[in-house]
């Protein structure tokens, strides 16, 4: 073994036991982070707990980073490599942390304690961000666009799912609300006078279900309808709706998203009604993987007896979309996912909220953090 691989092995060796003497804080700031969800753009509670931990290993933080709230950037080291570390907190409406972002956070405090404790050995930056709004708000774009990530040598994060995926092929998707404005009358008196705006929904919903013999088998077109009026006797005059429109990459996505809008506009049409379609952010991208970062990650997860499973139905979760990959298409990056065992249960169901605490999410959160920071070990050496 040459002096370079010696040297390296033995980093790899204090990284771990950096992690491990940690763990008990990391594991009682992801319950904590559990049993208190904020969602998009809400996530005070959650930014402050995460700023005073990172505090605790020395970094300096930086609160409502660049004008947004809930965002933060903590800093350690002055190398000239700079390694981003990325953490979501947002929790789902309803769900709470049934996507795992407590869990998020936590891997993100422990790859930033243990690197910082090797900031001078390894001539590295390391700089946390604080990345509120994942869950359709897209913080992540927000930042970038305001010149965060600007310049790193490698953006990190993992991610919870059932099973361990190394590569992320997250789609593209875009986020709309759409909304319908008509007229209100007396359904039985007057029904005539009426314009009715949750008709303009159900022709939209038809259409939509029509177009999809024509989309690309990849394409995803889902939603809600969060208003549809307020009495059975009183014609609807505005309703309301969420959707997300996903494709492989963001030129398919314009494509398809064209052909959405003028099914919203053939319910408009056919009821009398007025459609606003408002972007809820922009447009989350396809995922580019930094090849290099990758194979360390993956040949430091199987150390740690992680066990790969991209090619099973559970795997799909790294198909999810991430505000991440608009960072990976502006600095190399990696966005692994770990298996907190939870089957059958899968993301964005509250038996994956329950799976996101107890003694398998301990050893996701450990492995993942150690993993993760021993890459940056394997990409500085």
Not at 90 to 117: M, R, W
Not at 352 to 369: H, I, N, S, T
Request: glycine share 10%.
């Amino acid at each position: 073994m040459s002096d370079v691989a010696v040297a390296t092995t033995a980093l790899k060796d204090r990284v771990r036991a950096l992690v491990d003497a940690d763990l008990p804080s990391l594991v009682a700031l992801s319950e904590a982070l559990h049993a208190d969800p904020e969602t998009a753009w809400n996530e005070h509670r959650a930014s402050a707990r995460l700023q005073e931990a990172l505090a605790s290993h020395g970094f300096a933080v930086t609160p409502a980073y660049l004008g947004l709230d809930t965002a933060f950037l903590a800093t350690a080291g002055s190398g000239p490599v700079r390694i981003g570390v990325c953490a979501e907190y947002d929790a789902l409406p309803g769900l709470g942390h049934a996507c795992g972002h407590n869990l998020i956070a936590a891997i993100a405090v422990g790859v930033a304690g243990a690197l910082a404790a090797l900031v001078d050995e390894l001539g590295i930056t390391v700089e946390v961000y604080g990345t509120p709004a994942e869950e359709g708000g897209g913080g992540k774009i927000e930042l970038l666009d305001r010149g965060a990530f600007a310049g790193l040598d490698l953006a990190l994060m993992a991610h919870p799912g059932p099973v361990d995926v190394a590569e992320a092929r997250p789609f593209a998707v875009a986020h709309s609300h759409i909304r319908y404005d008509g007229k209100a009358a007396h359904a039985g008196a007057y029904p005539e006078e009426g314009v009715n705006a949750n008709d303009a929904f159900v022709v939209a919903q038809v259409a939509i279900g029509l177009l999809r013999q024509q989309l690309p088998h990849s394409a995803r077109v889902h939603g809600i309808q969060t208003v549809g009026g307020q009495a059975p006797n009183a014609i609807p005059d505005r309703t309301e709706g969420r959707w997300y429109v996903r494709a492989e990459t963001l030129a398919e996505l314009e494509r398809i998203e064209q052909k959405v809008n003028r099914c919203f506009e053939a319910g408009a049409l056919a009821s009398g009604t007025t459609l606003t379609i408002t972007p809820e952010s922009k447009p989350y991208s396809e995922f580019r993987n930094d090849e290099r970062a990758l194979a360390f990650y993956r040949a430091n997860a199987e150390v740690l007896g992680r066990v790969f499973d991209g090619s099973s139905a559970a795997g799909r979760m790294n198909r999810a979309s991430t505000d991440m990959g608009n960072v990976s298409q502006v600095v190399p990056a990696i966005h692994p996912y770990i298996g907190v065992g939870s089957l059958p249960a899968t993301n964005h169901q509250p038996e994956f909220a329950a799976a996101c605490v107890g003694p398998l999410a301990e050893k996701a959160l450990r492995d993942a953090a150690v993993a993760l920071a021993q890459t940056v070990v394997d990409v500085v050496s």
